[in-house]
T-cell receptor, first 114, second 114 residues
Framework: AQKITQTQPGMFVQEKEAVTLDCTYD???????LFWYKQPSSGEMIFLIY??????QNATEGRYSLNFQKARKSANLVISDSHLGDSAMYFC???????????FGSGTQLTVLP | EADIYQTPRYLVIGTGKKITLECSQT?????MYWYQQDPGMELHLIHY???????EKGDLSSESTVSRIRTEHFPLTLESARPSHTSQYLC?????????????FGPGTRLTVL
């Protein structure tokens, strides 16, 4: 079975600063993918970044980077230069092996302060 | 930008009514998914489709049913809506089922059953 744990129900960050959202995962599969999605109050899920279990380098997409520590089973999202529009719910998710679906964490509500 | 659509975006309906939530994608994806999400909570898979005429129930038990007669269309039906069905329903699709394949999400349908 796969499990995603997000231990920060809510986070605050000042505009223009960087913030790290924590995510740990558990799986017995060797092959898996880790995803981060953003969900604004409007409800849609917006894909941000992906990290494969065999990728040796941390994934980056613009202001988003994924701090992948395989031995610790963590996949933290780092948002640099925070904007007010980054205020949203952020979900970490995993798809392991031949699993049908993504397994989601409980999410972190990020609020960017002016 | 993902081409996956859901209608209606919002639905308020009385107990006992039959409803169908529509989901369509124009990306030619074989895999489609329905997730249920209560406010501020994680997503849970309720239905999955490998392709045309192939559907399975997800990990979260649901009284809803689905059909997949065409690749692009994956509607979800509740024969008799109840207040316990109040939730957000998110449709998603992916090109294939491997760990690295991103799921594209629709904008969601927020269902309220009175």
């Amino acid at each position: 079975a796969q499990k995603i744990t997000q231990t920060q129900p809510g986070m605050f960050v000042q505009e223009k600063e960087a913030v790290t959202l924590d995510c740990t995962y558990d799986t017995s599969d060797q092959s898996y993918g880790l995803f981060w999605y953003k969900q604004p109050s409007s409800g849609e899920m917006i894909f941000l970044i992906y990290q494969g279990s065999y990728d040796e380098q941390n994934a980056t997409e613009g202001r988003y980077s994924l701090n992948f520590q395989k031995a610790r089973k963590s996949a933290n999202l780092v948002i640099s230069d925070s904007h007010l529009g980054d205020s949203a719910m952020y979900f970490c998710a995993m798809r392991a092996g031949s699993a049908r679906q993504l397994t989601f964490g409980s999410g972190t509500q990020l609020t960017v302060l002016p | 930008e993902a081409d996956i659509y859901q209608t209606p975006r919002y639905l308020v309906i009385g107990t006992g009514k039959k409803i169908t939530l529509e989901c369509s994608q124009t990306m030619g994806h074989d895999k489609m998914y329905w997730y249920q999400q209560d406010p501020g909570m994680e997503l849970h898979l309720i239905h999955y489709s490998y392709g045309v005429n192939s559907t399975e129930k997800g990990d979260l038990s649901s009284e809803s049913t689905v059909s997949r007669i065409r690749t692009e269309h994956f509607p979800l039906t509740l024969e008799s809506a109840r207040p316990s069905h109040t939730s957000q329903y998110l449709c998603a699709s992916s090109l294939a089922g491997g760990p690295g394949n991103e799921q594209f999400f629709g904008p969601g349908t927020r269902l309220t059953v009175l």
